[in-house]
């Protein structure tokens, strides 16, 4: 499954031997204006400036909904007719701040944030919240419940079953337009997709699209997952897609316990870890944009999750792919692990994979 590092290093070499490409538009990217306000980004080795082709590269972000008006993107999206089967698009922010945040640690470009990759262009696919036939109701409210809500409708068996029966259904679609929305998103041109989703089930949907998309030199993206347990969740595990862990500011594992209101237990949040990691990167408290319809404070820095860490990674891929579009998945793939950080144990390690990504380094191994 993986490479012996001798043979890793052979491929760079070789790979890198037409990567220098001319281009009719560039632009010089000040990244270190920003490093106050995002310290992520030195975290990460990225550097002060870049020059980066205008190569209109596309980028897919997979998500329930996105804000299409905010002002850190809404010049870099492309229009798309996508829409999930059996599933609705409330304009709320369980449905809308999650993809703007990823969105905008892509390809930000704004007075206030820069993404990773600020010179690709994005291609929103959103799948929507499912909508299962006969259970509209719970459908329309579900994702707004309290943990004190779920509490009492365990004690409550007619409520309990109908519920559980609308989240089988509500899981059936969500696969569904996940791959379908994988799916439309290779055809429609993008080079890399952000996939901060993840799943445990090893669904049939998902698989043959996620080799569709790398059968087509697409490269994949995904979070391992948010419950700190060992075993990362797919679409991360498949080998065609780069699983992608979290740390804290601290280059730190990412673990917290929770004491949420109504809930006797503490509440485990952090990095899923184990067999298939690949690399890690930030995953809290990150600078990301919040949708306009919801707050005039649309920049946050609350909150942590692979999800988070996911974007920058895909940001690097872009980013790679962007110099050199002839590399292939695997060699984009290798370029990370290489230009990692080695956290912890020597080599890969299960929390870490090959360690933190570090941008400078990676864009460096492409110049030798």
Known sequence: MRLLRIVIISMLLLACVTLHHTWSGERLYNYGKYFANQPYLQQIGMPSQLKLPETGLIVAVIDIGMDLSHPAYKNKLIENDFRGESAIYPEDEACLAHGTAVASLIAAESREMIGIAPNVKLLPVCIGVPNPKGYEDIATTYYKMEPKDFIKLAHDPDKLKRFKEFAEARKKIILKNCANAIRYAVDHGAKVINMSFTTLQDTQYIADAVRYAASRG???????GNSGNEGIGYPAKFKEVIAVGGVDENDVW????????????????????????????????????????????????TGCGTSLATPLVTGLAALILSLNPTLSVEEVKQLIIMGCDDLDDT??????????????????LMKK
């Open 218 to 224: 697409v490269v994949l993206v995904a979070g391992t």
């Open 254 to 301: 990412w673990y917290e316990e929770k004491q949420l209101e109504g809930i006797p237990i503490p509440i485990r949040q952090g990095s899923n870890y184990g067999e298939g990691i690949d690399v890690v990167a930030p995953c809290c408290n990150l600078l990301h944009a919040f949708p306009t319809q919801l707050s005039d404070t649309i920049y946050q820095t």
């Open 347 to 364: 080599g890969w390690d299960k929390k870490y994979g090959y360690g933190r990504i570090n941008v400078g380094k990676t864009l460096t």
